[in-house]
């Protein structure tokens, strides 16, 4: 393959690389913007023409990169998606007897992760099925029941740190989904240092959690030094640390272990605002995975059982035995997968990734990476080239090479659903997204719609450039092993993409 020599020659003086042959580059004694970091670099034209390639079909974890696998994978089936019939839903459950009392009201989840309750609440909101159970003539039930059964019980990915769980971003994967799954603190300083800060729950009128505020105001030279906590399974809160006299206040998100019991507590409130009287107690039912007959002496697909094997075979999940009396529209995919990618949402990258598994089969994590192996199949990279564990990217246990993820994206410029897809992605500069801080008043500012990804030891940066020709690029940047004391690499990889830009 012909790549003109001028062209070649400016960009290794530029990334600081020498050509081992026409289409690869090695590093040599000049400084790349990259200098010290582990990465890989995959530059081609829609056509696949390979402009530039460092280490490209090397394995790099792709932190939120991971995403594109999984937006992409739903645009393309979104027919099927939107014939799953995703919301949620309040389904009459008949009493067992006469003497059971009032009927039970089941909300049920079908993997719509944009649902909400409280004032703030405009849209798919949980006050709304209250309305609708008033209307219905409704004013005495027993039980109110989280059915979370519309998704296999995984509601940690494997491969996540046990440190991001109380963090929002780690919260845990359900098909019943309020209020992104996490609570807000709001966390203001006292007039007096050394005397505890003012801290209330954001939305939730009642508390949830019960908080343990151990926090102190300090001295106005201070920094903030804030923490949230709690531990798996408890309902008690911590929030202790420092923060300076005179400060802003500041939001803290906490993360749910259970949302599916958060949907049915905001229900029971939502519903006693209302007059309904609420007579029994809260519970939530969950559906396990689901393992072949016979067991397998070993298990690629599943650390948690080794000797089991997880299948995808077809099966309705249960359903409440009972009459739907009202529910709530679902999202738009398109709005949940732009939402995703502008904004590295990972509770919804998780619950879209589920809802693969239902194209799939059973409506797992494991049948949704399957249906992404099929996808990845028809785009035709080969499989050694990546490992997919979550849909989000969070997980340790991913892996994808550069080249891949440009093969991706190729293919995604030339399918039918390709530029609802490109408009999901975060634009250079612009005023929302995870971009906007990035590119600001240079050569590439609202020319470069790629995605953003970070974790600890990692950044990455994919997606389409428009370089200073107006030609389209495609590009995936990957930084791996980034030292902990090291800043982000995303200035580096900016530097670089504006050098090669500059080229072609």
């Known amino acids: 393959m012909y790549i003109n020599s001028f062209v070649v020659a400016a960009v290794l003086l ?142 940690r990915p494997l491969g996540w740190s046990w440190d991001d ?147 995808c075979g077809p099966r309705s999940p249960e359903v409440p035995n009972g009459t739907v009396i009202a529910s709530l529209p679902p999202a738009p995919l398109q709005e949940i997968v732009t939402v995703i990618n502008q904004e590295s949402q990972n509770l919804y990258a998780e619950v879209l990734l589920r809802q693969l598994g239902h194209v799939a089969g059973t409506g797992s994590s494991f049948c949704g990476r399957l249906q992404i192996e099929n996808f990845l199949e028809e785009v035709g990279v080969q499989r050694a080239s990546y490992d997919i564990a979550d849909g989000s990217g969070l997980s340790n246990y991913n892996r994808v090479t550069p080249a891949t993820v440009t093969a991706l994206l190729r293919y995604a410029a030339a399918a039918p659903w390709g530029d609802a897809y490109r408009a999901s992605l975060p634009v250079a500069g612009a005023t929302v997204g995870t971009l906007r801080y990035q590119f600001r008043e240079s050569a590439l500012q609202g020319r470069i719609f790629a995605k953003t990804g970070s974790l600890n030891h990692a950044d990455a940066l994919s997606g389409y450039m428009q370089a200073q020709s107006g030609r389209t690029l495609v590009f995936s940047i990957i930084v791996n092993d980034r030292p902990l004391e090291s800043a982000s690499a995303m200035s580096q990889i900016a530097s670089t993409l504006l050098n090669i830009a500059a080229q072609y």
């Not at 019991?261 to 519970?283: D, I, N, T, Y």
């Open 14 to 155: 530029i990334v600081g690389m020498a050509p081992a042959h026409a289409q690869e580059v090695g590093k040599d004694d000049l400084h790349s913007p990259l200098d010290g970091f582990r990465y890989g670099i995959s530059v081609t034209d829609l056509d696949g023409t390979v402009l530039v390639a460092h280490r490209a079909d090397e394995r790099f974890m792709p932190a939120s990169n991971g995403k594109l696998f999984v937006t992409a994978a739903a645009l393309a089936v979104e027919a099927e998606l939107s014939a799953l019939e995703p919301g949620l839903r309040v389904v009459l459950e008949a009493p067992v007897s006469a003497e059971s009392g009032p009927p039970n009201l089941a909300l049920v989840g079908r993997g719509d992760p944009t649902v909400g309750f409280g004032a703030d609440c405009t849209v798919r909101c949980i006050e709304t099925l209250a309305e609708a159970v008033v209307a219905s003539g409704i004013r005495q039930v027993r039980d109110i029941v989280g059915d979370d059964r519309w998704f296999a019980d995984e509601r």
């Open 165 to 311: 769980l109380k963090f929002g971003h780690g919260t845990s994967v359900s098909a019943i989904a309020v209020n992104d799954n996490i609570l807000r603190l709001r966390v203001s300083p006292a007039n007096a240092v050394g005397t505890g800060v003012r801290a209330s729950w954001v939305g939730t009128g009642p508390n949830y959690f019960d908080l343990q505020n151990e926090a102190k105001t300090s001295h106005s030279a201070k920094p903030r030094a804030l923490r949230l906590e709690r531990r798996i399974g408890d309902r008690t809160a911590r929030l202790y640390g420092e923060l300076p006299v005179g400060s802003r206040s500041v939001m803290l998100d906490l993360a749910i272990d259970n949302p599916a019991h958060l949907a049915a507590w905001a229900f029971r409130q939502a519903l006693e605002a209302k007059g309904v009287s609420v007579l029994g107690s809260l519970r939530t039912r969950r559906r396990p995975l689901q393992y072949a007959d016979e067991p397998k002496p070993t298990n690629p697909n599943d650390t948690n059982n080794p000797g089991a094997q997880l299948v």
